[in-house]
């Protein structure tokens, strides 16, 4: 965390509410205006004297008469400069300290917001020990009044699953998610908005716990969970985590045409809540549209049209300006000028070969329509590919039966078999005529027996 987000965070946590007892004493208001300067002197120099602020931090605990706002805010200062010099255990014993003014000093409400303050600023830090990270959220159930803490339970515990995700501390995060589950859903069901809410938060992040770990069957298991709750009202980001994480769950299993579903719709929830990864998942949607080979242009709908012109879609529209024209060697000539943009998301670049591999098959479907036979080592100079991966390529047609036709070894050559419409007319003809002429043959022998069967 950066001094001027330090100082930020400090700022609006001394403008929160609170509720002041007005002395009539004079002395007493003189001395809390004292304790007053003195608390703001020591925030004024604690990104440049640390120590210093440290010293008068405590200075001010240990001279008030009573528990008031000041120590209160005091401690949590000493905490968080103690975390920053990565003394983990003074931080620690500060922020034991504070539940002591739970019971008299500050009001409730401060106090959790206080806390819930102070555990997003550990957190944030990516250099605190597990350990250490783990006891700051252990002490709330230690130590703070039930009154707060059950309040607070379930909201500590996601905080903390989302701490032990930005970490990939996959134990930690699968032990934190499954207390959550039996503190909210013991009986194994929801029935609330509220508890179905913090479900979908679970699942989104059980679905990508799931994925970092290569457990594709759990995380299909997790997000068709998610689809099926209806009773809730999450943050767009948990449902465009969901939908993301689908849309590559799809494209694993080769089904383009719901990835292309799941991707538009996590594409849509992260632009309601204007979050950067819009643009990521309308690059996977590009990939998903080319690969399923029809359909809509996903820049032809409302939501997504203002993002074609946007810099970090050049090569995703300019890949797929290639496909609409079915010209290959520009969409390998655009994939290798942006290879280094394409190649730095793992799941572009795992795709990419797929989106070739149907551009040139594609190619191959309108280069062989108006012939009855082509040589592969045609294809294979046009395509710029061996004769064996061409005639691979060819199999895997035949076999799908987007080519008919069959392979002359011999003559290294793709035989097809076209019937044109004239054909296909004499044939049909034939067909009907033979069926017709069959049926009056088998009338006349059931006649010829019938008059048979009379005459005996």
């Not at 290294?412 to 076209?418: P, T, V, Y």
């Amino acid at each position: 965390m950066s001094d001027e987000e330090f100082m930020m965070e400090d700022t609006l946590d001394d403008e929160e509410d609170y509720d002041f007892e007005y002395e009539d004493d004079e002395e007493e208001e003189d001395a809390d205006a004292q304790i007053e300067n003195k608390y703001y002197n020591a925030k004024s120099i604690k990104t440049t004297q640390p120590e210093q602020a440290l010293y008068e931090f405590q200075e001010i605990v240990e001279q008030e008469n009573s528990k008031s706002e000041w120590g209160f805010k005091a401690l949590k200062q000493q905490a968080k400069i103690q975390s920053l010099a990565g003394k983990y255990e003074e931080a620690l014993g500060a922020y034991r300290s504070l539940f002591s003014y739970m019971h008299a000093g500050v009001t409730q409400n401060y106090a959790e917001k206080s806390i819930n303050s102070l555990l997003d600023f550990v957190s944030a830090s990516s250099v605190v020990p597990l350990d250490y990270l783990q006891a700051f959220y252990d002490i709330p159930k230690e130590l703070a009044p039930s009154s707060i803490y059950d309040r607070i339970k379930v909201k500590l515990k996601l905080k903390l699953a989302r701490s032990w995700l930005s970490r990939c501390a996959w134990s930690r995060l699968e032990k934190t998610l499954q207390s959550l589950r039996a503190i909210e859903f013991g009986d194994g069901k929801y029935n609330s908005q509220g508890q179905g809410t913090t479900l979908l938060e679970l699942l989104s992040m059980e679905i990508q716990m799931y994925d970092k770990m290569g457990k594709a069957d759990m995380v299909k298991k997790s997000y068709e969970t998610a689809l099926g709750i209806d009773n809730a009202i999450p943050h767009p980001c948990t449902i465009a985590i969901i939908r993301e994480y689908g849309g590559k769950m799809h494209m694993a299993e080769k089904n383009w045409q719901a990835a292309q579903v799941d991707f538009f719709q996590a594409f849509n929830n992260y632009d309601e809540a204007g979050s950067p990864q819009r643009v990521v998942v309308l690059k996977y949607l590009v990939l998903a549209h080319i690969l399923m080979g029809n359909g809509i242009n996903p820049f032809d709908s409302q939501e997504t049209k203002p993002y074609k012109d946007d810099v970090e879609m050049a090569p995703l529209v300019a890949l797929l300006s290639a496909y609409e024209c079915r010209d290959v060697h520009k969409a390998v000539a655009i994939v290798n000028e942006s290879r280094d943009t394409l190649m730095k998301d793992d799941f572009i670049r795992i795709h990419l070969p797929d989106v070739l591999h149907e551009l040139r098959v594609q190619y191959i479907q309108e280069y062989v329509k108006p012939y009855r036979s082509v040589r592969l080592e045609r294809l294979a100079h046009e395509l710029q590919q061996s004769a064996q991966e061409i005639e691979s390529l060819l199999v895997t047609l035949i076999l799908d039966q987007r080519i008919r036709g069959q392979i002359d070894q011999v003559a290294q050559s793709l035989e097809l078999h076209h019937i044109d419409h004239s054909t296909a007319y004499l044939l049909r003809r034939a067909l009907i005529q033979g069926s017709t002429e069959i049926a009056h043959m088998n009338q006349a022998i059931s006649r010829s027996e019938a008059n048979r069967g009379v005459m005996l």
